[in-house]
């Protein structure tokens, strides 16, 4: 027995709100209401630089850029469902958390969440967070 599958559209998602691809991929991928977001890591997307300021200063960079990719696809933070951080050293995972908490309130149903260690992230970064997005609304 064969099953059909709905083709559905994939919309490449770009804003210049965010840096550019550095290699093969999308900043984002739209699929009907859910949306993909590449892991970023801290570029200014004005100058092209990582940012080498503390993590703090780094992980904000991070989440801005999240967020202007979510504003292209017509989202912002309430739509996001889960999250995948990935950090280089784990003794700043309070200090990431501190400002990702200023993105995400507790007490606005938080998305779920992963937090991981990385040996290394692309260009020496920091941290990378990558994430997914529902429009339920």
Known sequence: MKHSIKASVKEVITTKGAPRAIGPYSQGILVENMLFCSG???????TGELVRGSI???????????GAVLK??????????????????????ARINQVYAEYFKVNEQPPAR????????????????????????
């Open 40 to 46: 970023q890591i801290p570029i200014n997307p004005k």
């Open 56 to 66: 703090e200063e780094q992980t904000r960079q991070v989440l801005d850029n999240l």
């Open 72 to 93: 292209a696809a017509g989202m912002d933070y309430h739509d996001v469902v889960s999250v995948t951080v990935f950090m280089d050293d784990m003794d700043n995972f």
């Open 114 to 137: 992963c937090a991981v260690g990385a040996a290394r992230l692309p260009k020496d970064a920091s941290v990378e967070i990558s994430l997914i997005a529902i429009k339920t609304q």
